[in-house]
């Protein structure tokens, strides 16, 4: 029983652990029995009783019907102790298990004891006297046909000898060519020749397809030992053809030559009288392991005998959870459908009464899910809808919080929907919270309150059109330029309009697009001045040497002194109007700047030494890339302000501070000095060009500055602590 992708449980089926399960019982019982047929086949067809490997594979075959044994039993364990805890349908199962192995049992007796009576009579006729005997007679036979076969050929061979020393023949001449030819036939020889002491042939007289043969045994005779102890050398030599018997006869101790002989005896005559033998050796080893045979014969009908009646009760389990499976099937989709699965339908395809239930159960069941599925597909819908306004809001929000511009959504009532991180920014707080603020109290503090009530008044009477403003802000001391453009947002359950403002800071901008301008302005100033700067002050400097000694006024001497001191001022300012219209491009190169403020610190030492100058450096300082003579100018300028603002005060003190941020990747200068310090809107504007705090200043030094260190990728800012004096920050990168 087992449910489908649709909930279906099939009837007369089993879940997908209890199929997989039953599978792998099967197979494995299957396999083993297989392996088992094929190992007692492999024993009794090829291997001995007295076998190793025999050995091997009966006691494999003897844990193979152990391992079905405890398949069996482990079932037989199961369904008692399913007895036990009253599982439904455990007693019909036991029942039809014991059917079964009753049915088996008898038959598979019966089997067994005639079995074991064919077995005993079978192996008592294999091993009669009669057996032996007749194979010992006919290994006789064989055995005196080769002896007879080679005293023949020693037979012939002395014959032979005698008449070639009768006859006087030359050892290897015509005559004796002749006459070998003619025993050759008469003795009904396959080879007849002779050879030299030197063991080459002559007189040979054969057939071609023996040489073979000949080769062979040539090489099997030790010559050595046949010289030493002359004697008839035989043996029978199996060809492909027939088997020869081959005879070497030493003349003279071999110093006249050697005679051979060689005759056919047959084919396959030795191949047949080795299996006679072999056969006689397998016979006698078996008589010896006649009882061990029997009872491995007995085994072997044991096991069948067991395998089959483990068959019948395996089987006999199955059927039973087979026929048990329906009930527990309509049990299982009762539960289900009280834990509120609907979805549960059986599944059967017969046609006696368990149908007609199953028909009925599953009318019932779909009446139930139609019910519940049209409850559960409008809270799908509804669920839906809020995950994808969920998942366009992160979207949403998900913009906002990485543009650079600040975003802000207020409703219809004038408070704030949303605002990303960017306006919260701007404004100094928290973007969570802003949420429920109303504009005008966040807009009240910071910006001019007409511009809010326009803001708010413009959406109300207006509220298609679009509204764009710059407006000027004071958040935290600090004076921005924004720019605020909103957009009307209609509301979406009433007439009434909010907007959506989007606020982009504009201050560096400006300071940009103001910096341009002044050095537009400089560089014309400059260009306008200097020309008549030069021949003014050489006018003056040529009346007080022409007329200085005939006019005797004082008057005159003082009017052409302040002129010349005037020009040089002016030639001066000209000057800084020129660097600053034309500031040089910055060369950078790597380099150190640990002695270059260690240089200026002295200078300014010796230059002022009223003021104390401390230096300290806070760690290793590494190699930057910089414009030695644009940093030389940046800190001389820096140092001179400072220098400046101390001039009057009694025990002041400038202190440079190099250090190496590794964390942030940069190198940082501080300049603290113990003046006056500064306010927050000298703060703001300290860096604007013609902005300046001594008198007869031009306002273009710090502005070169933040110039130069703009150009090394690096930051420059001045801030006033609470115990007084005033910091310049210097920061550089380490690239």
Same mark, same amino acid.
């Given at each position: 029983m087992t449910p489908n992708d649709q909930g279906t449980i099939i009837v007369n089926a089993i879940d997908a652990r209890e199929k997989k399960r039953r599978k792998r019982e099967l197979i494995i019982a299957a396999a083993i029995f297989l392996i088992i047929i094929a190992l007692?086949? *492999?024993?009794?067809? %090829?291997l001995g009783v007295d076998s190793y490997f025999f050995l091997a594979l009966? =006691?494999?075959?003897?844990?193979?019907?152990?391992?079905?044994?405890? *398949?069996?039993? !482990?079932?037989?364990?199961?369904?008692?102790? +399913?007895?036990? !805890?009253?599982?439904?349908?455990?007693?019909?199962?036991? !029942?039809?298990?014991l059917v079964f192995m009753c049915l088996s049992l008898i038959p598979t007796a019966l089997m067994f004891v005639i079995s074991t009576q064919f077995v005993q009579t079978s192996v008592d006729y294999w091993f009669k006297n009669q057996v032996e005997t007749s194979m010992e007679t006919a290994l006789d036979i064989g055995q005196s046909f080769y002896a007879d076969s080679l005293n023949d050929l020693q037979h012939f061979s002395k014959n032979i000898l005698g008449q070639i020393r009768k006859r006087q023949f030359a050892w290897g001449g015509k005559g004796m060519d002749s006459f070998l030819e003619e025993k050759r036939t008469e003795y009904n020889l396959t080879v007849v020749g002779v050879m030299t002491p030197k063991r080459t042939e002559q007189n040979w007289h054969g057939e071609k397809d023996i040489e073979k043969v000949w080769d062979e045994t040539k090489s099997r005779i030790n010559w050595g030992n046949l010289e030493k102890n002359p004697r008839f050398w035989s043996l029978i030599w199996p060809g492909a053809a027939s088997d020869y018997a081959v005879g070497v006869m030493p003349v003279d101790?071999?110093?006249?030559?050697?005679?051979?002989?060689?005759?056919? *005896?047959?084919?396959?005559?030795?191949?047949?009288?080795?299996?006679?033998?072999?056969g006689l050796d397998e016979y006698k080893k078996l008589r010896t392991l006649k009882r061990p045979l029997k009872i491995t014969l007995y085994f072997i009908l044991g096991v069948v005998t067991l395998l089959i009646i483990l068959g019948a009760m395996w089987f006999g389990f199955r059927l039973a959870k087979e026929l048990v499976e329906p009930i527990l099937a309509l049990g299982k989709a009762t539960e !289900?459908?009280?834990?509120?699965?609907?979805s549960v339908r059986l599944e059967d395809t017969s046609n006696d009464e368990l149908g007609v239930l199953v028909g009925s159960f599953n009318r019932m069941a779909e009446d139930l899910e139609q019910t519940r599925n049209s409850i559960t597909d409008a809270n799908t819908q509804l669920e839906k809808q809020n995950l994808e306004k969920e998942q366009r809001n992160r979207y949403i929000e998900a913009v906002?919080? =990485?543009?650079?511009?600040?975003?802000?959504?207020?409703?219809?009532?004038?408070?704030?929907?949303?605002?990303? $991180?960017?306006? /919260?920014?701007m404004f100094g707080v928290s973007a969570q919270s802003l949420i429920g603020?109303?504009?005008?109290?966040?807009?009240?503090?910071?910006?001019?309150? +007409?511009?809010?009530?326009?803001?708010?008044?413009h959406f109300q009477t207006t509220p298609e059109s679009p509204w764009k403003r710059e407006v000027a802000v004071n958040i935290g001391g600090r004076e921005l330029k924004l720019l605020l453009s909103a957009i009307g947002l209609p509301a979406h359950d009433s007439?009434?309009?909010?907007?959506? /403002?989007?606020?982009?800071?504009?201050?560096?901008l400006e300071k940009m697009q103001r910096m341009a301008a002044w050095r537009e302005v400089a560089r014309r100033i400059a260009h306008e001045i200097k020309n008549p700067l030069t021949p003014i002050k050489l006018s003056a400097q040529r009346l007080q040497r022409k007329y200085g000694k005939q006019i005797d006024e004082p008057a005159f001497s003082q009017c052409t002194n302040l002129i010349v001191k005037e020009v040089e001022e002016l030639q001066n300012m000209v000057q800084e109007f020129s660097a600053f219209a034309k500031l040089p491009e910055v060369m950078l190169a790597p380099g150190k700047i640990d002695p270059l403020l260690q240089e200026l610190v002295t200078l300014f030492k010796n230059s002022h030494s009223k003021i104390s100058w401390n230096y300290q450096r806070i760690n290793d300082i590494p190699?930057?890339?910089?414009?030695?003579?644009?940093? $030389?100018?940046?800190?001389?300028?820096?140092?001179? =302000?400072? /220098?400046?603002?101390? &001039?009057?005060?009694?025990?002041? &003190?400038?202190?440079?501070?190099?250090? %190496? $941020?590794?964390?942030?990747?940069?190198?940082?200068?501080?300049? +603290?000095? =113990?003046?006056?310090?500064?306010?927050?809107?000298?703060r703001s504007r300290l860096f604007e060009p013609y902005f300046s705090q001594k008198k007869g200043g031009t306002g273009l030094g710090l502005t070169i500055v933040k110039s130069i260190i703009s150009d090394h990728r690096g930051y420059v800012r001045a801030n006033s602590p609470e115990h007084g004096g005033t910091i310049v920050t210097v920061e550089l990168p380490v690239v």
């Open positions: 007692t086949w *492999i024993e009794l067809k %090829y009966f =006691n494999l075959n003897f844990i193979l019907v152990l391992l079905i044994l405890f *398949i069996v039993l !482990r079932n037989g364990i199961k369904l008692i102790l +399913e007895r036990r !805890r009253k599982v439904l349908g455990s007693h019909l199962r036991t !029942r039809l298990v101790e071999g110093k006249t030559g050697y005679l051979v002989l060689v005759r056919s *005896i047959g084919k396959d005559t030795m191949f047949k009288l080795d299996r006679i033998v072999r !289900r459908i009280s834990k509120g699965d609907l906002l919080d =990485n543009t650079a511009a600040g975003v802000v959504s207020v409703d219809s009532l004038g408070q704030i929907s949303t605002i990303n $991180k960017a306006a /919260a920014s603020w109303n504009v005008r109290t966040l807009l009240r503090s910071r910006v001019e309150g +007409e511009l809010v009530g326009e803001l708010v008044s007439n009434q309009f909010g907007f959506v /403002a989007v606020i982009e800071d504009i201050t560096e190699i930057i890339q910089m414009d030695s003579s644009a940093l $030389k100018r940046v800190f001389m300028n820096i140092m001179s =302000n400072a /220098a400046e603002i101390l &001039t009057s005060k009694e025990n002041g &003190t400038v202190t440079v501070t190099l250090e %190496y $941020k590794q964390e942030l990747g940069l190198v940082r200068v501080d300049v +603290e000095d =113990n003046g006056p310090g500064l306010t927050q809107e000298e």
